[in-house]
């Protein structure tokens, strides 16, 4: 077998032995973000559970089920009173909808910070803003046609 070929199978069985599960994010007003993420975004809450040992809350959100899509773990560590750093690794999460021009307007309108309106990317034809949740952490929308 070729390397190529012998790389390609390795990929089909990581393909079929993994797959990604969710990405976590740490918030100050649990609550503002699933209000953020639900209500504004159109996740959903899939689910949510207090841990008093370890002092935190973990809810799940996203746009279907955990056994078959990539979900958002928003985490509240209890007591919390200075805001979190994102560092400089942090970039940001993408989400691809079907009209960014008016779930931007409506985001505006709930007093979303939009810091890169709705726009063409670089002549390549992709349509793209990035807003941010009450943390701060960028939303990269994506327009899929």
């Known amino acids: ?22 990405t976590m994010i740490r918030v100050m007003d649990l609550e ?24 935190f809350t973990l809810a799940f959100v996203g746009y279907g089920g955990e056994e078959s899509t990539a979900v958002l773990e928003l985490t509240e560590n209890w007591g ?11 970039g940001h999460v993408a989400i691809g909808c079907k009209d960014i021009y008016s779930l931007c307007e409506k985001l505006k309108a709930d007093g979303v910070s ?18 941010e949740d009450p943390d701060g952490y960028k939303i990269e929308l994506i327009q899929r046609n």
């Open 32 to 55: 503002k973000s699933i209000d953020f993420y639900c209500n504004k975004l159109g996740m959903k809450l899939l689910r949510k559970h207090e841990f008093p040992a370890g002092k």
């Open 114 to 131: 939009i810091p890169r309106p709705p726009g063409e990317m670089m002549n390549s034809g992709v349509h793209m803003a990035f807003v």
């Open 80 to 90: 919390r009173e200075e805001e979190y750093t994102h560092g400089t690794g942090y």
């Open 1 to 22: 077998m070729s390397e190529a070929a012998t790389q390609e199978a390795v990929r089909d069985s990581a393909a079929q032995n993994y797959r990604l599960l969710h």
